[in-house]
């Protein structure tokens, strides 16, 4: 179906439009080969890296059996679809190019090390529907197929097929028969299955990988059958084999099984263990119950580690939380979780991962806390102890007689918050547990918080077993904040004093920043064009 010899030798050899021939949205990606020079020119590339994107116009020449890049202009941002260079992956994403009389997708793949740049093709995939592949059997609908069971081998889901999950779908088994599930840009999987164990999710299990490659103009999207209300199937999760606690003290390989499918293990002895790349990718309408009182959250991550690559991920309208993270550590850059009816992040067992740039908004109906945070519900002073570090959050929470809090640090968590902003709660900062406080005290760095801002009904609540106020613990660092941020929506406004309240944290996954909060100002809002129903 995809990366066919012969397809190959076409796209490279024709002499016809290698990139975007047709518009989307008025907006053209076309590009012009010259049989004569062996010349491709590239009206829009866009190129992205390090959270941010420029964008070009490119010339490649054909060299042998590669493309070569031989110019590269700077031009203005360009919305809509358009040739995309992911420097994370090393890939370019052509949504649509003619061969012969045919529309493919195209990835090219940059050759390590190459100077000047050259690229290989890594797919050519049909925009038409071909058939459902080996590993699928037909959908209900037209153009789709159905996945079930366990994926046991390298498998593509493409943009052509609307993919059909029916009941639970895994990837390899638990560190064993590992296969890697590669999704490409526009691709959309629907759960269809019902509760229990027969709920509908896709689950990545220890050993395996997924690729899930979207791009700001054609996002990854995994939804419910409706796309009406939170709970129409399961969710999707990752368990991996980075550290986790909970297990006796001195037991030389930590693996838990997950609280809500017991029969599913995580954890390891991998902190660097990857289970590969999602990117611009949304998980909409989740949260089904897998048996009583155990919902499903959007996102689970289970003991992920840090060589696993997560940036730009929305969570939006689930049943239980929005993203949970059980250990690991998992670090992740630009997420946005909406309309959680539990959490929009929750941490527990132990996770020592880090977050940049989050928007956390809860519905003016329903949700709990913006972030839950937990070292472990049964040991709270079980090791290794959660600690992440977390900078540039906006939550907007919100207000009712059901509401709770911006933020609840309990059993035991230790936590370095940095540049965020904490609004709309009843409360914004809790502190909760003998064993939270104890670990502060004990562990001087463990349990900090600076540059950042609140303003809430209530700013500070203390729990259980206190030894110092919120309030203090707040106050302490000079660099922090009570008082009005000034925002519009989710964006700083014009004087906010978040443009110029943070620092940059001394550490090397984190992008320099100086600036409180998500985002910048008005014209820096990375949510854009690639995520569903923010505003």
Same mark, same amino acid.
């Given at each position: ?223 419910? =059958? ?30 838990? =099984? ?219 660092? =000079? ?12 964006? =700083? ?43």
């Amino acid at each position: 179906m995809y990366q066919s010899e012969y397809l190959k030798k076409q796209f490279i050899t024709t002499s016809a439009i290698l990139f975007s021939s047709i518009a989307f949205n008025a907006h053209a990606a076309t590009a012009t080969y010259d049989s004569a020079t062996g010349i491709v020119d590239l009206p829009v590339v866009e190129v992205l890296g390090g959270g941010s994107s420029a964008f070009y116009r490119t010339q490649l020449q054909l060299n042998g059996n590669e493309l070569q890049l031989i110019s590269a202009e700077s031009i203005a941002a360009v919305s809509g679809q358009r040739n995309v260079y992911d420097s994370d992956t090393s890939a370019v994403h052509v949504a649509s190019v003619a061969v012969g009389a045919d529309e493919f997708y195209a990835k090219l793949r940059l050759v390590p090390g190459s100077n000047p740049m050259r690229f290989t093709v890594d797919q050519l995939v049909s925009n038409a529907f071909q058939g459902c592949p080996s590993f699928a059997q037909p959908g209900p609908t037209a153009n789709s197929c159905a996945l079930s069971g366990t994926i046991t081998s390298d498998v593509t889901l493409t943009k052509n097929v609307e993919w059909i999950l029916n009941g639970p779908v895994y990837v390899g088994g638990d560190n064993a028969q590992s296969a890697t599930l590669t999704i490409n840009p526009g691709t959309k999987i629907v759960g269809v299955g019902g509760q229990g164990d027969q709920a509908a999710y896709l689950w990545v299990r220890r050993g395996s990988k997924i690729m899930a490659e979207g791009t700001p103009d054609n996002p990854i999207v995994m939804t419910g =059958p409706s796309e009406l209300a939170a709970g129409e199937w399961g969710g999707f999760l990752i368990s991996g084999n980075a550290p986790v606690n909970g297990c006796n003290e001195g037991t030389p390989l930590c693996e838990v =099984p997950f609280e809500a499918i017991v029969s599913e293990t995580y954890g390891g002895n991998n902190p660097v263990d990857n289970s590969g790349v999602i990117k611009y990718t949304q998980v909409r309408f989740a949260g089904t119950a897998v048996r009583p009182d155990e919902e499903l959250n959007g996102v689970t991550l289970n003991g992920v580690g840090s060589g696993t690559l997560i940036d730009y991920l929305q969570v939006h309208e689930g049943l239980d939380d929005g993203i949970e993270v059980f250990g690991g550590t998992v670090q992740m850059k630009h997420l946005v979780v909406t309309n959680a009816q539990d959490d929009s992040l929750d941490w527990t067992n132990g996770w020592q991962g880090r977050v940049q740039f989050a928007l956390l908004k809860q519905s003016a109906v329903i949700g709990d806390r913006g972030i839950e945070a937990d070292n472990n519900e049964k040991n709270q002073d079980s090791i290794p102890r959660a600690q992440p570090i977390l900078s540039n959050i906006t939550v907007i929470g919100r207000s009712g007689d059901s509401a709770s809090q911006s933020v609840l640090l309990r059993r035991g968590t230790g936590a370095n918050i940095w540049n965020s902003v904490f609004t709309g709660s009843p409360v914004c900062l809790m502190i909760d547990s003998p064993s939270t406080y104890a670990n502060h005290d004990a562990n001087p760095g463990s349990l900090t918080i600076s540059n950042s801002f609140v303003n809430c009904a209530t700013n500070f609540k203390d729990g259980e077993g206190v030894t110092f106020t919120a309030e203090s613990w707040f106050s302490s660092e =000079p660099t922090n904040k009570a008082g009005d941020p000034l925002l519009t929506g989710y964006l =700083p406004a014009s004087g906010s004093p978040l443009t110029l309240g943070g620092a940059a944290v001394s550490d090397p996954f984190f992008i320099p920043v100086d600036y409180a909060g998500a985002f910048k100002d008005t014209n820096s809002d990375w949510t854009k064009e690639w995520t569903f129903s923010v505003n």
